[in-house]
């Protein structure tokens, strides 16, 4: 005979939380990842005042869009997600500071980007990190001293920055320049490549390797002559932008006022505005808080570093520096994505007006 069960008995619980809570936190997580996968596909562009009091009329809303750290994605079909979003914007040059090629070394990305500018503005760009050697010895053409990213990104129009540029506006100039020329002794420079030269071609034998590194010798010679005309024909009211991949730091300043030997070095009288990349943002985000973590290489390494030295406008040591959260993803850190970091890129306005 079947025992009837008590009413007083309690029925066992189902064990349903088991089962429904791991699948709701499996199907959030999903929900994370296609999300953080369509964000990743977009673009957004950002805007920032760049102060300097000194501005003339002439260059008073002077715009600069600020490209860093493509690693060789592609926004749309020919980075069409780029060109219809900034269709009805502003801007006077175009600057690309670095990590322009893909991990395998592939540019096509790159000079997409660069055909959405080419003939209409003025493009420079300095190679990062994690792109090739942009000038190397190369045996086998050794007329040729530039890789070949460079040449191509040359043959669409942009301008590999290795000296400084002039842009004229009116009656006013804006000299963009690369960063490394600042902490260079022309002299001592020019002095060491002529030596060196000199030891190569007294060498007995005639190597294609010899030929190619004094192609490089004289390549490097001729940008010193470059560089040192520049600098002569500066005018104290021309506006001077510096390019660089790597952002400059506290200390990176500090070592350019011991070489100058003071505290009112020539970098810091003459350059209005520093734009550089390579940190992506932090490229994991925590929402409200910043970014996760600095990359090992930078001085400023460690958990939840201070945002303004990971990305945006800041001023140290008296220089004013804006670091671009970039587009791609770099190898310096641990995880290959960006988590809630939208890819950007930025329009800089020059004005004179002060913000408080």
Known sequence: MRKSRSLFTDAKPRRTGALVYPMLLILLLAV????????????????????????SKDLEKFRILHISDLHGNEYGA?????????????????CITGDVCAPDGNYDAFLKLIDVFAGRVPVYFVAGDEDPAPIAAQPNTPERVKADYVLAAEEHGAIYLD??????????????????????????????????HTA?????????????????IDYQLAV???????????????????????????????????????????????????????????????????????????NISGWFPQDNLIQGLSTIQGVTQYISP??????????????????SITILTLTSVLKF
């Not at 980075?79 to 175009?94: C, D, E, F, G």
């Not at 190569?200 to 490089?216: D, G, R, W």
């Not at 009211?237 to 660089?244: C, E, K, P, Y």
């Open 32 to 55: 994370i990842v296609a999300l953080n996968f369509v964000n990743n596909g977009r673009v957004k562009l950002l805007n920032e005042d760049v102060t300097i009091t000194s501005l």
């Open 163 to 196: 000296s400084p540029q002039k842009l004229t506006v009116g009656k006013s100039a804006v000299w963009f320049c690369p960063e490394s020329m600042y902490g260079l002794d022309i002299d001592s420079s020019r002095a060491a490549y002529q030596a060196r």
């Open 200 to 216: 190569l071609t007294n060498q007995p034998q005639n190597t294609p390797e010899q030929a190619a590194q004094l192609q490089v």
């Open 326 to 343: 970039g587009l791609g993803v770099s190898d310096a850190y641990p995880i290959p994505l960006r988590m809630f970091n939208t890819p």
């Open 224 to 298: 010193l002559d470059q560089i040192d005309a520049a600098m002569k024909e500066m005018q104290d009211s021309d506006v001077q932008i510096a390019l660089t991949h790597h952002p400059l730091t506290e200390t990176t300043i500090k070592t350019l006022q011991q070489w100058s030997g003071s505290e009112e070095n020539a970098f810091l009288r003459s350059v209005s505005l520093v734009l550089a990349g390579h940190y992506c943002g932090g490229q994991v985000r925590v929402p409200f808080a910043g970014a996760l973590k600095a990359p090992d290489s930078a």
């Open 78 to 94: 020919n980075q069409s997600t780029i060109s219809t979003m900034l269709k009805t914007a502003r801007y006077n040059a175009v």
